[in-house]
Structures are given as C-alpha cells and as structure tokens.
Nanobody, 121 residues
Framework: QVQLVESGGGLVQPGGSLKLSCAAS????????MAWYRQAPGKQRELVAG???????NYGDSVKGRFTISRDNAKNTVYLQMNSLKPEDTAVYYC???????????????WGQGTQVTVSS
C-alpha cells in the first residue's frame, strides 16, 4: 500500500519560513519523481516544485527564489523549504509521486492527504 504522509504545515507570519516533509512508503522511492502541489480555496491545484529521480528541479514561477525542494532517498522523504512566505502562499499543500516525465498530474500519480499552510499576521 502506497502512503505519502505530509507534515510541517501550520500558521506563519508573512516573511516567515516553514519546512514541509513528505515521507513515502510502499514505492521504490528513488525511481519516482516527487513534487509539491498546492490548492487555495476557489483555485485550481498548481505545481509548486518538483524534483526528478535524478535530482533535477522545477519550480512554479510564483515561488522561484523563495522555495527549495530536496529529497533524501535514504529516508524516502521529500522536503519543501519555504522562505519569505506571503499571504498568497496560503493553501493546502499536497505531496505527489510520479513516474511520468511531465509535471502535469496524471491518473497514475500518488498523492498525500495534504497539509494546510496559512500565512497571516
């Protein structure tokens, strides 16, 4: 059974930082591309950041220079370091595991349950 379990969400003030973690089980982690998506109320789910099995990274335009994705294959975990957070970063953040080459979600992807990030003073 595949499980992706996110942690690290919460409430933070504008300009603050958070680090999300996603622990994977039930997959051969090292061969999967891993990504973080987010969905704000009334908006479509969007790619925040992705990292391929080879370590190449891709970021959404709105988070470039502020967020960093990384992975630890020994721990089957992917991370998202979020700095300089803005109110518009408020959303539910979802962990994603994929074998496809595209960062567009597919029906074969695995998803976590999501973790809420709220940026507010």
């Amino acid at each position: 059974q595949v499980q992706l379990v996110e942690s690290g969400g919460g409430l933070v003030q504008p300009g603050g930082s958070l680090k999300l973690s996603c622990a994977a089980s039930g997959i051969i982690f090292r061969i999967y591309g891993m990504a973080w998506y987010r969905q704000a109320p009334g908006k479509q789910r969007e790619l925040v950041a992705g990292i391929t099995s080879g370590g190449s990274r891709n970021y959404g335009d709105s988070v470039k220079g502020r967020f960093t994705i990384s992975r630890d294959n020994a721990k089957n975990t992917v991370y998202l370091q979020m700095n300089s957070l803005k109110p518009e970063d408020t959303a539910v953040y979802y962990c994603n595991a994929k074998l496809s080459d595209s960062w567009n979600p597919t029906g074969n992807d695995y998803w976590g349950q999501g973790t809420q990030v709220t940026v507010s003073s």
